[in-house]
């Protein structure tokens, strides 16, 4: 008798904790579908011991990157050059891959991954015929011309057309098209697919399960609660020192949750300005931030994709303050979910305390539910897309190119 599908779920890592979070939510999707399923995570940071992980599915780490602001890569914790870093990850990848036979690779983000760390096991999976390839895409991938500019310097493209059998967009092209935001060719349109946003919700279930509400032992006072949070928290001081400054509401308590990239230098800041207000609690780490944001009246955050489409899938007023940079990612989201009424937004150099203190105290900071304008069907959806994948059912499967442009 066949034996579950097996499937690998890729994540470059570099920034953050937000592609290790999606793809975490992607194999719970995938692991409670009707398909039968074997699921692997690769993923970076030391972080990835720290998240619960879904009945069926487990975890490759990789030695981990970092990316400064420069956009240059470099080895996040090992005192090596980025190269040997590299290598390493690589050929333990190739090993993983060609050991776990995997029926389909998700590959997020990098079709070639972080530092082409993927050029030589796409090649021998493409050599094989058994894996088909999925290239996963959030929403916005930055301005046009950013993306335009980094994907021919990577050769996208033509590593797409080469390996990829289909593409699939987490979202909806009501807040963002890609395929013609970015004026994708018409033999990579026909391999994408949008599956709609992903609803965090889910991960309540598996983490009521797992029991680790951190809730009540932060003894908060009863009363709306306000919360601020970051990302990985790399440069979320300056917002995270503006709100503990704020002034809340009357009878509300404040939460921080820097991040565990967050320096210390700036999380030290933050503590110390907090220290002051009973009401205030500072947090470096959540295992599931979902069950503090299920209770949350508003949030401040910045702008990526899991922040994002997390506060909107539980609901929660949101004040975005988008990071400011060369891809302009977090600035487009912000201005397209405000533009549908689902968020306020302040450039960062406008989000003072006093700034935040006038957000808090509104009485409706937004206008429109986010459920009633978008598409949050993604989960529903995924493990039918793995079906279609795995089966080469018309329409869903593109055949590879032979070459590379």
Same mark, same amino acid.
């Given at each position: 008798m066949k034996g579950p599908r097996r499937v690998v779920l890729y994540s470059p890592g570099m920034v953050g904790l937000g592609h290790m979070r999606r793809n975490l939510l992607i194999a719970q999707a995938l692991a409670n579908g009707n398909m039968s399923a074997a699921i692997l995570l690769l993923a970076e940071a030391r972080e990835a011991s720290a998240f619960a992980f879904p009945p069926g599915v487990d975890c490759l780490t990789l030695p981990a990157l970092r990316k400064g602001i420069d956009g240059v890569c470099h080895s996040r914790h090992l005192d090596l050059p980025?190269?040997?870093?590299?290598?390493?990850?690589?050929?333990?990848?190739?090993?993983? +891959?060609?050991?776990?036979?995997?029926?389909?690779?998700?590959?997020? !983000? #990098?079709?070639?991954?972080?530092?082409?760390?993927?050029?030589?096991?796409?090649?021998? +999976?493409?050599?094989?015929?058994?894996?088909?390839?999925?290239?996963? *895409?959030?929403d916005i991938l930055g301005h046009p011309d950013a993306v335009a500019q980094s994907w021919r310097a990577a050769r996208c493209e033509g590593a797409i057309r080469r390996y990829y059998h289909a593409i699939w967009v987490y979202g909806d092209p009501a807040v963002y098209d890609p395929v013609r935001e970015y004026a994708l060719p018409p033999d990579l349109e026909a391999r994408t697919r949008f599956t709609g946003y992903l609803d965090h919700r889910a991960? #309540? !279930? !598996?983490?009521?399960?797992?029991?680790?509400?951190?809730? @009540?032992?932060?003894? #908060?006072?009863?009363? @709306? +609660?306000?919360?601020?949070?970051?990302?990985?928290?790399?440069?979320?001081?300056?917002?995270?020192?503006?709100f503990v400054q704020a002034t809340l509401p009357p009878g509300a308590a404040g939460v921080v949750l820097t991040g565990p990239f967050m320096p210390w230098e700036h999380r030290r800041r933050v503590i110390e300005l907090a220290g002051g207000n009973p009401r205030m609690r500072v947090l470096e780490f959540l295992r599931e931030p979902a069950l503090l944001l299920r209770k949350a009246d508003r949030v401040v955050a910045m702008g990526g994709y899991n922040t994002i489409w997390e506060m909107l899938s539980f609901r929660v007023p949101a004040l975005v303050v988008p990071r400011t940079g060369?891809?302009?990612?977090? !600035?487009?989201?912000?201005?397209? *979910?405000?533009?549908?009424g689902m968020v306020h937004t302040l450039p960062p150099e406008e989000a003072t305390p006093e700034a935040i203190s006038r957000w808090l105290a509104l009485d409706r900071p937004v206008a429109n539910d986010p459920r009633q304008v978008i598409d949050f069907g993604g989960l529903e959806n995924l493990p039918r897309f793995l079906e279609d994948v795995v089966s080469g059912r018309s329409g869903a499967l593109a055949a590879v190119a032979g070459g590379i442009a």
């Open positions: 980025l190269a040997d870093v590299v290598a390493v990850r690589a050929q333990a990848i190739a090993a993983t +891959l060609k050991a776990f036979q995997p029926d389909v690779w998700i590959v997020d !983000h #990098l079709p070639r991954g972080a530092v082409g760390e993927l050029n030589g096991t796409l090649e021998s +999976l493409r050599a094989r015929g058994k894996t088909r390839c999925v290239l996963g *895409l959030r991960r #309540l !279930h !598996h983490a009521e399960q797992n029991g680790f509400d951190p809730l @009540p032992s932060l003894e #908060l006072p009863p009363g @709306p +609660l306000m919360v601020c949070v970051l990302g990985g928290g790399q440069d979320g001081g300056p917002l995270a020192e503006a060369s891809s302009g990612e977090q !600035h487009i989201r912000a201005q397209r *979910l405000a533009a549908l």
